[in-house]
């Protein structure tokens, strides 16, 4: 299934998205990369909303990829299970290496754990290999006028002004291509 297919109101063809996985995300934070993460996965009812935002603020600002890390995935048995979960060792500590490595705060903690919950959608903006600036999309208007929970014009405006900063200072530190 295409990125189009998996998201209702991206009508986009030639997105900015890319998919990676965890590991080059990992990459992009140890290596010294720069670019714009995005964390989020279709299934998400907030990211459905934001992500033809995302794409058009980003075309606007220039930035030519951003790049999708879903946190959901399949384990050995098969099951489909999302990182932020921290069900067992293995995903545990992979989810504290993100956490840490983009140095996210939140008193909202992962269940049995005193790792913070990071919501999704999450934007991410890596310089050199630092998180230099993120956005959260929880709660914003979607293409067609529809509310998330709680959530009000005023809140849609923050979030695109709020990725431009971000975009712009993501673009400012790093003079060359993205």
């Known amino acids: 299934m295409t990125f189009v297919q998996e998201y209702q109101l991206l009508e986009d063809r030639f997105h900015v998205f890319k998919s990676i996985t965890y590991d080059k995300m990992m990459k992009m934070l140890t290596?010294?990369?720069?670019?714009i993460i995005y964390i989020g996965g279709a299934w998400c009812k907030n990211c459905q909303a934001?992500?033809?935002?995302?794409n058009k603020t980003a075309k606007a600002s220039k930035i030519r990829t951003v790049y999708n890390y879903d946190p959901h995935f399949i384990n050995v048995f098969k099951e489909e299970v999302d990182l932020r979960d921290c069900g067992d060792l293995e995903t545990?500590?992979?989810?504290?290496?993100?956490?840490?490595?983009?140095?996210?705060?939140?008193?909202?903690?992962?269940?049995?754990?005193?790792?913070?919950?990071?919501?999704?959608?999450?934007?991410?903006?890596?310089?050199?290999?630092?998180?230099?600036?993120?956005?959260?999309?929880?709660?914003?208007?979607?293409?067609e006028g529809l509310h998330e929970e709680g959530c009000c014009e005023d809140q849609t405006e923050q979030f695109v002004s709020k990725l431009k900063e971000l975009f712009k200072k993501v673009k400012e530190k790093n003079r060359g291509r993205m």
Not at 31 to 35: H, L, P, R, Y
Not at 50 to 54: H, K, S, T
């Open 50 to 54: 934001i992500v033809a935002l995302l």
């Open 92 to 143: 545990k500590l992979k989810y504290y290496a993100l956490v840490e490595k983009v140095g996210f705060k939140s008193d909202e903690l992962v269940v049995d754990t005193l790792i913070p919950r990071m919501p999704v959608p999450m934007i991410l903006g890596i310089k050199n290999g630092s998180c230099i600036g993120m956005v959260s999309g929880e709660y914003v208007l979607d293409q």
């Open 31 to 35: 290596q010294f990369k720069t670019g």
